[in-house]
């Protein structure tokens, strides 16, 4: 498989391999400038994280672009408060910039926290602020005095670095409130599920097989989040990170503070849940609870095999390529999509790390590129060049599918569609079969030229259920 020509890479050419040809993908380096990255800036990062905390205040202190493009961006759920779905912003304006925010920010905490009484309330410096120099710790102290709840400052300031260094804000503004908490009543089979954010209700999905276990949730960080569970976290035997790219930092700060041990683990695909589950119950070491988990994952894909079986047979050797933004994704969609029978083509990921490139060659056929931090331009001539059938990826990579009349699948977080568990697995493969055999392809010039394309056959793969 060739990659593209180097005037097209150019420094970014150490940054993508093809899986058989010996090199490595060089990894978290700085978006080259110019290169019109997928990658979004810090505070975007920082927002992303938080933002599901549903009794909390979240307030972005810059210009009204900030908020508004990171109004809702997750399609995360609450089952009770909804006060992070309102985007408060104190509007930066050329005013500010001269005399400073710092009023106008504490003006907009006295309104607001008088007004919604939240638990607690986040507030996130961005570029603007950063570069007039707002004091937004001394705000939010002068704040948490008044009020008497956290007042906690996000420093995310978006030239700080990538979304990268925006996950690293969040996880120091969560560690503020872990800790504070009383952790009575908590029992010595308890986790906390870290790195999921309940996107079309899939932290609900999670729990239940775990109550179904016998395993209590103290905390979900953050995805239908509660400031009282999450200042009481510590109090957990055991964090369960699935997001590692988001919450890894937080994982370690807890084991090193409290002495809890983490695992990560991904509850997309069936082979990866079932894993999930079973490395739980194994950490827990008690018999009953490991045979309730079989039962657990006996009955859920019971369920959903007959119809993935179906579904395999107008998939079987499809072509698919995907791009996202953390790399247990990547992992879990290369072995969700094998189980359907299709062939990865192209595989990258935004915060990719050493390790998970490594073991994403060994989870890809040979000829498989693979690239870390990528842009449209190349994406279009990958997906172009390998003839795929479908894109899997999120809102900014879209475009590049349906101009090029590509199927499209969305799994990141602006999505509607619960894809976590053993029903969520059920659920992406009839999105993708839906939109792979959507007769509309048939009308693309460039699918019609190649109607004929012989299906490459690709052998059945057994999924492990047993512990």
Same mark, same amino acid.
């Given at each position: 498989m060739s990659l593209a020509p180097d005037s097209m890479l150019g420094a970014r050419l150490p940054q993508v391999a093809v899986v058989g040809d010996g090199t490595v993908v060089a990894?978290?380096?700085?978006?080259?400038? =110019?290169?019109?990255?997928?990658?979004?800036?810090?505070f975007c990062g920082s927002r992303v994280v938080l933002y599901p905390?549903?009794?909390?205040?979240?307030?972005?202190? =810059?210009?009204?672009?900030?908020?508004?493009?990171?109004?809702?961006?997750? =399609?995360?759920?609450?089952s009770g408060p909804s006060l992070h779905r309102l985007s408060f912003?104190?509007?930066?304006?050329?005013?500010?910039?001269?005399?400073?925010?710092?009023?106008?920010?504490?003006?907009?905490?006295?309104?607001?926290?008088?007004?919604?009484?939240?638990?607690?309330?986040?507030?996130?410096?961005?570029?603007?602020?950063?570069?007039i120099g707002d004091d937004?710790?001394?705000?939010?102290?002068?704040?948490?005095?008044?009020?008497?709840?956290p007042v906690i400052p996000v420093q995310s300031e978006g030239f700080r670095g990538t979304k990268?260094?925006?996950y690293s804000a969040a996880c120091a503004a969560l560690a503020q409130l872990i800790g504070t908490g009383d952790t009575t009543g908590i029992g010595k089979v308890s986790v906390n599920i870290l790195g999921d954010f309940n996107i079309a209700g899939e932290i609900w999905t999670i729990k239940s097989y775990l109550e179904r276990m016998g395993v209590e949730v103290v905390a979900t960080m953050t995805g239908d989040g509660r400031v009282d569970a999450i200042r009481r976290s510590h109090g957990a035997t055991l964090n369960v990170v699935q997001c590692a790219g988001s919450m890894t930092a937080l994982a370690k700060m807890m084991q090193e503070k409290y002495g809890i041990p983490y695992i990560q683990v991904s509850f997309f695909g069936?082979?990866?849940?079932?894993?999930?589950?079973?490395?739980?119950?194994?950490?827990?070491a008690d018999p009953a609870l490991l045979a309730r988990t079989r039962?657990?994952?006996?009955?859920?894909?019971?369920?959903?095999?007959?119809?993935?079986?179906?579904?395999?047979?107008?998939?079987?050797?499809?072509?698919?390529?995907?791009?996202?933004?953390?790399?247990?994704?990547?992992?879990?969609?290369?072995?969700?999509?094998?189980?359907? =029978?299709?062939?990865?083509?192209?595989?990258?990921? %935004?915060?990719?790390? %050493? %390790?998970?490139?490594?073991?994403?060659?060994?989870?890809?056929?040979?000829?498989?590129i693979l690239a870390d931090d990528t842009n449209p331009l190349e994406l279009a001539g990958w997906l172009a060049s390998c003839d795929v059938d479908l894109f899997i990826g999120g809102v900014k990579e879209r475009p590049v599918a349906y101009k090029l009349g590509i199927g499209f699948c969305d799994h990141n977080h602006e999505r509607k569609i619960g894809l976590a568990g053993f029903a969520g697995m059920a659920a992406f493969a009839r999105e993708v079969h839906a939109t792979v055999m959507s007769p509309v392809w048939k009308l693309v010039p460039r699918r019609a030229r190649h109607a004929a394309r012989a299906e490459l056959p690709v052998a059945p793969v057994a999924i492990e259920v047993a512990p």
């Open positions: 990894c978290d380096r700085p978006s080259v400038a =110019g290169s019109v990255t997928q990658r979004a800036c810090t905390i549903g009794d909390a205040l979240h307030l972005v202190h =810059g210009p009204v672009g900030c908020a508004a493009y990171t109004w809702d961006i997750r =399609g995360a759920l609450s912003n104190t509007d930066i304006r050329e005013n500010e910039v001269i005399f400073g925010g710092e009023k106008k920010l504490l003006r907009a905490l006295r309104e607001l926290i008088t007004q919604h009484q939240p638990k607690a309330a986040f507030v996130y410096a961005t570029c603007l602020t950063g570069v937004v710790e001394a705000v939010c102290r002068t704040a948490t005095a008044e009020f008497g709840i990268k260094q925006g069936l082979e990866d849940c079932a894993d999930a589950l079973y490395q739980i119950a194994r950490h827990f039962q657990v994952v006996r009955e859920e894909t019971a369920a959903v095999l007959p119809e993935l079986a179906r579904l395999r047979t107008d998939l079987n050797g499809k072509v698919a390529a995907l791009y996202v933004g953390g790399a247990f994704k990547a992992f879990s969609l290369v072995k969700a999509l094998r189980q359907l =029978g299709m062939r990865v083509a192209m595989a990258g990921t %935004q915060t990719g790390a %050493q %390790q998970d490139y490594e073991h994403l060659k060994g989870l890809c056929d040979a000829g498989t």
